[in-house]
């Protein structure tokens, strides 16, 4: 039965603007309907966006490499490096996936990979320098907090000395795969290989103390708890308290075909409540984005009234979801048809959630 008293005290806080406990986080999200739950995420989103606007980027994927030794129970992209499809791709490769996203006016790459067991810094610091000095008007979104720590090892080089030479290379922001959930309880069960969620808060503070700014993530449906989605907002929180340096959060549901975690897919109702629980405990969050890459372009649509205020990305390319059998696709077109649908205005931006202008 609902503490009605006491769920009314949060609702109150909530709409004063007033921070929320963790405690509190969890009552909205076990006493509230789904609708109720929105209206308080949107009002939220409205006080921090009243001018109705709902942003997303023209961007590209790309994948350097599928190599990994993490074997992460959920991944269905890694490859081992002697089989048939494993492959590392050239600065002139990824050069030319760059080259086509400019063409349809694309400002950002999203960089990743997987974790190269023998892969050197100047692979990489060659491949940055080439994305510069050929595309300087695209900034490089890239290499994850796992990919940090994995380097971190390869390179023998502390994590913030690797930061600070991948910065000078080129890198312009970093974004916040892998962040899974950042109990870690949760990580041994799903990726006991992978970096610590210690580790990974550890690499976007030393990256914001660097003047990088990056997202931050969260996949959920798993086999986390609800307590569990909400420390790691809590631990989200607390590092943006320190360094002010995340621009948006993204959460996205696990997509569970070809992978080797076997866990009951999580629904559109589920995510929409642990997105709206976002937006009201993440207060110093400017950004949160939608997910239509797991749930659809009209779930997308919907959690725009959710709490989201941006769209995320066109996407030209994506390998990692659609190997776990998600393959939805849209175009610039279709973000602006489901915007405006919605009451919103869209709007291009670039990383730093600067309008842009649409091509002439």
């Known amino acids: ?82 089989v048939p499809d494993a492959y590392i791709l050239t600065p002139e490769e990824v050069g030319a996936k760059v080259r086509e996203l400019v063409s349809i006016g694309g400002v950002q790459v999203l960089l990743q990979g ?12 060659n491949l940055l320098g080439y994305l510069r000095q050929n595309f300087p008007q695209v900034n490089v979104h890239g290499f994850s907090p796992p990919e940090f720590t994995h380097f971190s090892e390869v390179f023998k080089l502390p994590v913030a000395e690797v930061i600070r030479q991948f910065k000078a290379a080129g890198l312009g922001s970093i974004p916040g795969g892998g962040a899974e959930i950042l109990v870690d309880a949760v990580r041994k069960r799903i990726a006991p290989l992978k970096c610590t969620g210690q580790q990974w808060l550890d690499v976007m503070e030393a990256a914001h103390r660097q003047g990088l700014n990056s997202s931050a993530t969260m996949m959920f449906g798993h086999v986390e708890t609800v307590e569990d989605r909400i420390e790691h907002l809590n631990l989200l ?49 400017p950004n949160v984005q939608s997910s239509w890459v797991t749930q659809g372009p009209q779930i997308g649509q919907v959690a725009l009234k959710f709490g989201a205020n ?23 077109a279709t973000i602006r048809r489901l915007v405006s649908e919605v009451g919103y205005e869209p709007h291009r931006r670039n990383n730093w959630y600067q309008l842009q202008d649409l091509p002439s």
Request: aromatic share 10%; charged share 25%; with cysteine.
């Open 1 to 82: 039965m609902r503490d009605m008293p006491a769920v009314n005290s949060i609702q109150d806080k909530v709409l004063a603007g007033v921070r929320i406990t963790t405690d509190e986080a969890r009552e909205l999200y076990r006493a509230l309907s789904l609708p109720e739950l929105g209206a308080l995420a949107d009002s939220v989103r409205q006080r921090l966006h009243p001018d109705q606007r709902v942003t997303y980027i023209v961007d590209r994927n790309i994948n350097y490499t599928n190599i990994c030794n993490v074997y992460c129970t959920f991944c269905a992209f890694m490859r081992e490096a002697d």
């Open 237 to 285: 929180r607390q590092l943006q308290d320190r360094t002010h340096g995340f621009t948006a959060f993204i959460g996205w549901t696990f997509q569970s075909e070809n992978t080797r975690l076997r866990a009951a897919p999580v629904g559109a109702q589920e995510y929409l409540r642990t997105q709206a629980v976002a937006r009201i405990f993440l207060d110093n969050f």
């Open 310 to 332: 941006d769209f995320g990305s066109v996407m030209m390319e994506e390998n990692v979801v659609s190997s776990a059998g998600t393959t939805f696709r849209t175009d610039e």
């Open 114 to 125: 997987g974790h190269h067991p023998k892969l050197g810094i100047d692979y990489y610091l």
